[in-house]
């Protein structure tokens, strides 16, 4: 047995390094945090300076009002980044029509309707599509879905289509919509559906008309994150979309989004220092704030719609 002296001197020492360790977490925490901030920073400032060299060479008026985007003409390159957000936003149109009745129907099947075994089974597997390559999903979209839509729907459809890279956006962003939007419905107290249970309602009047009010905030807070998720999408557009921008609304036609812009000229397309290379930088940052905005709208919706408890 340990004698008293011992016990009281291991007791100071497990005290003192108890000790130090509250004074080392802290200053651990504070770096990573420090450091989060620096790369946003850092990456910030890349952009920044890299578009202000693009704008130095083309015309910012140019950029944001043309519609015609062929940088690689050498006679007469044109620079109109409008062509590359309508593609962007054809793509991430389709998406949402695809994600959103999908997402919310199984965030209220899995809040309301599903028994906590099925609930347990159900949802892992639903997620389990958030963790496949998007790459593995745009050859999914190039030689499962547009195939099945040329022979079932469309015949003179081209192989790059948005339609079909619209879909499999969409396929890919459920799990988002439906994970977070059930969160938010289960959150909503049980003493609010049984009083509506109470007054007669049935379960999909409770369910409808209780619980997706109580959650609006955080349901809208999951679409507009998705919708932030399908307009930074790559892989798939990039293989399932072609790359031909164009300012168009048809969804049959080849179009090019910003990130898939990005790709192609990552791919060594432009050389280091050339005008098409710094349009890359000029297109991320128009991109980085369409995506800032997304989540600045996000964090407004969940204060603004918030229901407390």
Same mark, same amino acid.
Request: zero cysteines; aromatic letters at 10%; charged letters at 15%.
């Given at each position: 047995?340990?004698?008293?002296? /011992?016990?009281?001197? /291991?007791?100071? %020492?497990?005290?003192?390094?108890?000790?130090?360790?509250?004074?080392?977490?802290?200053?651990?925490?504070?770096?990573?945090?420090?450091?989060?901030?620096?790369?946003?920073?850092?990456?910030?400032?890349?952009?920044?300076?890299?578009?202000?060299? $693009?704008?130095?060479?083309?015309?910012?008026?140019?950029?944001?009002? %043309?519609?015609?985007?062929? &940088?690689?003409?050498?006679?007469?390159?044109?620079?109109?980044?409008?062509?590359?957000?309508?593609?962007?936003?054809?793509?991430?149109?389709?998406?949402?029509?695809?994600?959103? &009745?999908?997402?919310?129907?199984?965030?209220?099947?899995?809040?309301?309707?599903?028994?906590? =075994?099925?609930?347990?089974?159900? =949802?892992?597997?639903? /997620?389990?599509?958030?963790?496949?390559?998007?790459?593995?999903?745009?050859? $999914?979209?190039?030689?499962?879905?547009?195939?099945?839509? =040329?022979?079932? $729907?469309?015949?003179?459809?081209?192989?790059?289509?948005?339609?079909?890279?619209?879909?499999?956006?969409?396929?890919?962003?459920?799990?988002?919509?439906?994970?977070?939007?059930?969160?938010?419905?289960?959150?909503?107290?049980?003493?609010?559906?049984?009083?509506?249970?109470?007054?007669?309602?049935?379960?999909?009047?409770?369910?409808?008309?209780?619980?997706?009010?109580?959650?609006?905030?955080?349901?809208?807070?999951?679409?507009?994150?998705?919708?932030?998720?399908?307009?930074?999408?790559?892989?798939?557009?990039?293989?399932?979309?072609?790359?031909?921008?164009?300012?168009?609304?048809?969804?049959?036609?080849?179009?090019?989004?910003?990130?898939?812009?990005?790709?192609?000229?990552?791919?060594?397309?432009?050389?280091?220092?050339?005008?098409?290379?710094?349009?890359?930088?000029?297109?991320?940052?128009?991109? $980085?704030?369409?995506?800032?905005?997304?989540?600045?709208?996000?964090?407004?919706?969940?204060?603004?719609?918030?229901? /407390?408890?």
């Amino acid at each position: 047995m340990k004698s008293t002296r /011992e016990l009281i001197q /291991e007791k100071q %020492s497990n005290k003192n390094i108890g000790s130090i360790m509250e004074k080392v977490i802290p200053i651990v925490l504070l770096m990573t945090a420090i450091i989060s901030v620096l790369t946003t920073i850092g990456i910030v400032i890349t952009l920044l300076v890299e578009t202000v060299t $693009f704008f130095q060479r083309v015309s910012i008026v140019e950029f944001f009002t %043309s519609t015609e985007w062929y &940088p690689f003409y050498e006679a007469d390159p044109s620079y109109g980044v409008l062509s590359l957000i309508a593609g962007t936003l054809l793509i991430t149109a389709i998406a949402m029509v695809v994600a959103i &009745p999908i997402g919310l129907g199984a965030a209220l099947y899995l809040s309301e309707y599903a028994t906590e =075994k099925v609930r347990r089974r159900v =949802k892992p597997i639903l /997620e389990v599509l958030a963790g496949i390559p998007t790459i593995v999903y745009g050859f $999914f979209a190039l030689t499962f879905v547009t195939p099945l839509i =040329k022979n079932l $729907f469309l015949s003179d459809l081209s192989i790059f289509n948005a339609l079909s890279g619209g879909i499999v956006v969409g396929i890919m962003i459920i799990p988002m919509v439906a994970s977070l939007s059930e969160d938010a419905m289960r959150a909503v107290p049980n003493h609010i559906r049984e009083g509506a249970f109470a007054m007669g309602a049935t379960r999909l009047e409770v369910a409808l008309k209780v619980v997706l009010p109580g959650a609006l905030s955080g349901v809208v807070a999951s679409f507009v994150l998705a919708i932030s998720r399908a307009i930074g999408e790559t892989m798939i557009v990039a293989v399932a979309a072609g790359s031909t921008p164009k300012f168009t609304a048809d969804p049959t036609e080849s179009i090019q989004t910003m990130t898939a812009y990005i790709v192609q000229v990552s791919l060594g397309d432009a050389g280091y220092g050339s005008t098409i290379y710094y349009s890359i930088y000029a297109v991320g940052m128009t991109l $980085f704030v369409f995506t800032l905005l997304m989540n600045l709208l996000s964090q407004y919706i969940s204060r603004k719609f918030r229901e /407390e408890y």
